[in-house]
Structure formats: C-alpha cells, structure tokens
C-alpha cells in the first residue's frame, strides 16, 4: 500500500478553532486511513466545529455521503482520568480511495472560510444568545 500524504489535511485541520496538536495519523493495511486529535472542549467554539466536521464527514446529504466517519474516541471512563482529560475525536475512511488530500478538499469547501477566523464560526443562535445577555 503505498504511504499516504497527510499533510494537507494536518494543517487545515490544525488552523480550526478549539483543535489542538498534534493531529496524529495512520494508515491500515487494507488502505484505510485515520486522523485523530483533541479538541479543546471548554473553547468557546468546540461544538460548532464538531457540529459542522460532524455534518460534512458523517451526513452530508443522502446523495452526497463521504466515505468517513467522524467519531468520539475514549478509554473507559474509570481509566486514566476519565474521558474529559482523554477524549479524542477521529476521522475515519471507510473507502481506501479516498485520499487525506480529497477529505481536505470537501472539508475546506463547505466549512466556514477562512477556517481560522473564529467569526466565520459564530452562528446566528450564538448572536440571539449574546443579545439575551444584554
């Protein structure tokens, strides 16, 4: 199988809000792939960006499924700490075709852009909460 290249998929992933290093890879050896790293859960913006990863990488659309799977991954929680200190999050192919650099492009063509600007993250339900405040 030959090796895949990652580096891509790495660094747009590393440039999102609440994700943190290192974004560690692997390869199986019937050519599937995986990606897995942390996200900052108490960031202000760690579940819009695993809602919209969530969205992308798992449903799409009924016509448009990717062949991966983006998932919590995490030791029992009496182990280590508990899941808070060790969850991680992974991407998954399902489909030995479908390259890191291709998951990178769907990523960056429906994720908010500029994926590292924090504002292009913030939805309209963050807006009304903010004005509930006042």
Known sequence: MPERDFTSLRTF???MPA???PVETGTG???RWSVKFSIDIDHALAWNVVQE???VLNYLSLGERLPTVFMPVSPAPYLNGGPRDYLSWVIESTDP???PD???EWLESR???PVDDPSQWESDD?????????
Do not use: H, M, S, Y
């Open 13 to 15: 992933l590393g440039r």
């Open 19 to 21: 994700i943190e290093q």
């Open 29 to 31: 050896d019937d050519g």
């Open 53 to 55: 990863l969530g969205c």
């Open 97 to 99: 075709a479908f390259a």
């Open 102 to 104: 291709k998951c990178r």
């Open 111 to 113: 994720l908010p852009n």
């Open 126 to 134: 963050d807006d009304d909460d903010a004005a509930d405040d006042d």
